[in-house]
Protein backbone atom coordinates (compact mmCIF):
# COMPACT_ATOMS: atom_id res chain seq x y z
CA UNK A 1 0.00 0.00 0.00
CA UNK A 2 2.72 2.04 0.83
CA UNK A 3 4.43 1.77 -2.65
CA UNK A 4 1.28 2.49 -4.71
CA UNK A 5 1.32 5.78 -2.02
CA UNK A 6 4.58 6.45 -3.26
CA UNK A 7 3.80 6.00 -7.14
CA UNK A 8 1.00 8.21 -6.98
CA UNK A 9 2.92 10.93 -5.84
CA UNK A 10 5.80 10.80 -7.86
CA UNK A 11 2.80 10.49 -10.85
CA UNK A 12 1.74 13.72 -9.29
CA UNK A 13 4.94 15.49 -9.97
CA UNK A 14 5.97 14.52 -12.75
CA UNK A 15 2.46 15.20 -14.50
CA UNK A 16 2.94 18.93 -12.51
CA UNK A 17 6.32 18.79 -14.23
CA UNK A 18 4.95 17.78 -17.86
CA UNK A 19 2.53 21.09 -17.06
CA UNK A 20 5.11 23.21 -16.45
CA UNK A 21 6.83 22.16 -19.44
CA UNK A 22 3.65 22.76 -21.82
CA UNK A 23 4.20 26.68 -20.85
CA UNK A 24 6.91 26.27 -23.59
CA UNK A 25 4.42 25.64 -26.24
CA UNK A 26 3.89 28.86 -28.63
CA UNK A 27 0.53 27.25 -29.46
CA UNK A 28 -2.60 29.32 -28.45
CA UNK A 29 -5.09 26.89 -28.81
CA UNK A 30 -3.59 24.51 -26.21
CA UNK A 31 -0.20 24.17 -24.40
CA UNK A 32 0.47 20.24 -23.80
CA UNK A 33 3.55 19.13 -22.07
CA UNK A 34 4.88 15.41 -22.43
CA UNK A 35 8.04 13.79 -20.02
CA UNK A 36 9.38 9.81 -20.22
CA UNK A 37 10.02 8.95 -17.49
CA UNK A 38 12.33 5.29 -16.64
CA UNK A 39 13.89 4.22 -13.73
CA UNK A 40 13.17 7.85 -11.80
CA UNK A 41 14.81 9.92 -14.16
CA UNK A 42 13.59 11.93 -17.26
CA UNK A 43 14.86 10.77 -20.19
CA UNK A 44 12.77 13.19 -22.65
CA UNK A 45 10.37 15.83 -22.90
CA UNK A 46 8.03 17.40 -25.48
CA UNK A 47 5.12 19.90 -25.96
CA UNK A 48 2.92 20.47 -28.79
CA UNK A 49 4.82 22.76 -31.69
CA UNK A 50 6.22 23.13 -35.12
CA UNK A 51 9.11 21.07 -36.32
CA UNK A 52 12.52 22.35 -35.40
CA UNK A 53 13.44 24.94 -38.27
CA UNK A 54 9.70 26.31 -38.65
CA UNK A 55 8.18 29.61 -37.08
CA UNK A 56 6.83 28.58 -33.96
CA UNK A 57 3.09 29.61 -35.08
CA UNK A 58 0.81 26.75 -34.36
CA UNK A 59 -2.35 28.29 -35.52
CA UNK A 60 -3.16 30.01 -39.43
CA UNK A 61 -5.21 33.41 -39.85
CA UNK A 62 -8.42 31.29 -38.98
CA UNK A 63 -6.66 29.99 -35.45
CA UNK A 64 -6.71 26.09 -36.86
CA UNK A 65 -4.23 24.65 -36.20
CA UNK A 66 -1.49 23.78 -38.61
CA UNK A 67 -1.40 20.20 -39.91
CA UNK A 68 1.54 19.77 -39.27
CA UNK A 69 2.04 20.93 -35.72
CA UNK A 70 3.48 18.10 -33.57
CA UNK A 71 1.93 16.62 -30.13
CA UNK A 72 3.84 16.82 -27.01
CA UNK A 73 3.94 13.06 -27.05
CA UNK A 74 5.46 12.63 -30.38
CA UNK A 75 7.78 15.09 -29.97
CA UNK A 76 9.06 13.52 -26.46
CA UNK A 77 9.59 10.15 -28.74
CA UNK A 78 11.41 11.37 -31.82
CA UNK A 79 13.89 13.48 -28.99
CA UNK A 80 14.63 9.88 -27.49
CA UNK A 81 15.56 8.41 -31.38
CA UNK A 82 18.20 10.50 -31.59
CA UNK A 83 19.32 10.27 -28.03
CA UNK A 84 21.35 7.17 -26.61
CA UNK A 85 17.92 6.60 -24.14
CA UNK A 86 15.68 4.21 -25.02
CA UNK A 87 11.99 4.05 -23.72
CA UNK A 88 11.37 0.30 -23.15
CA UNK A 89 9.61 -0.01 -19.78
CA UNK A 90 9.11 3.72 -19.31
CA UNK A 91 6.05 5.99 -18.21
CA UNK A 92 4.64 8.83 -20.31
CA UNK A 93 3.18 11.97 -18.57
CA UNK A 94 1.19 13.79 -20.43
CA UNK A 95 -1.06 16.80 -20.06
CA UNK A 96 -3.38 15.77 -22.28
CA UNK A 97 -4.57 12.07 -22.84
CA UNK A 98 -3.11 11.12 -26.28
CA UNK A 99 -4.99 10.88 -29.82
CA UNK A 100 -5.03 7.34 -31.43
CA UNK A 101 -2.11 8.56 -33.72
CA UNK A 102 0.27 9.55 -30.71
CA UNK A 103 -0.91 6.23 -28.93
CA UNK A 104 0.40 4.12 -31.86
CA UNK A 105 3.98 5.78 -31.39
CA UNK A 106 3.70 4.78 -27.36
CA UNK A 107 3.41 1.21 -28.21
CA UNK A 108 5.93 0.96 -30.91
CA UNK A 109 8.57 3.19 -28.24
CA UNK A 110 7.88 0.43 -25.74
CA UNK A 111 6.30 2.79 -23.35
CA UNK A 112 4.20 0.79 -20.49
CA UNK A 113 2.71 3.61 -18.61
CA UNK A 114 0.76 6.38 -19.82
CA UNK A 115 -0.21 8.80 -16.90
CA UNK A 116 -2.49 11.97 -17.95
CA UNK A 117 -4.39 14.61 -16.57
CA UNK A 118 -6.78 15.96 -19.07
CA UNK A 119 -9.53 14.20 -21.16
CA UNK A 120 -10.64 14.84 -24.60
CA UNK A 121 -13.46 14.04 -26.04
CA UNK A 122 -12.14 11.33 -28.44
CA UNK A 123 -11.41 8.20 -26.53
CA UNK A 124 -9.51 6.21 -29.61
CA UNK A 125 -5.94 7.36 -28.07
CA UNK A 126 -7.01 5.60 -24.81
CA UNK A 127 -8.65 2.55 -25.77
CA UNK A 128 -5.70 1.56 -28.25
CA UNK A 129 -3.14 1.82 -25.65
CA UNK A 130 -5.69 -0.09 -23.37
CA UNK A 131 -5.99 -2.48 -25.95
CA UNK A 132 -2.08 -3.06 -26.21
CA UNK A 133 -1.85 -4.07 -22.47
CA UNK A 134 -0.60 -0.83 -21.13
CA UNK A 135 -1.49 0.98 -18.14
CA UNK A 136 -3.41 4.06 -18.44
CA UNK A 137 -3.97 6.49 -15.04
CA UNK A 138 -5.87 9.56 -15.58
CA UNK A 139 -5.01 12.21 -13.15
CA UNK A 140 -6.05 15.59 -12.58
CA UNK A 141 -4.43 17.12 -10.64
CA UNK A 142 -6.78 20.44 -9.47
CA UNK A 143 -9.17 17.20 -8.49
CA UNK A 144 -7.52 14.72 -6.89
CA UNK A 145 -3.81 16.03 -5.98
CA UNK A 146 -3.37 15.33 -2.25
CA UNK A 147 -2.70 18.54 0.52
CA UNK A 148 1.39 19.47 -0.10
CA UNK A 149 2.69 19.72 3.21
Known amino acids: MEQDNKQRDLDYRYLRMARIWAENSYCERRHVGALVV ?5 ISDGY ?9 ICE ?24 NNNSDGSTLYVTASPCIE ?3 LIIQAG ?10 RLED ?4 LKRAHIEVVYLNP ?3 EPEQE
Open 102 to 104: CSK
Open 60 to 83: DADGVTKPYVLHAEANAITKLARS
Open 111 to 120: IKRVVYGEKY
Open 38 to 42: KDKMI
Open 142 to 144: EEN
Open 125 to 128: GINL
Open 48 to 56: NGTPSGFEN
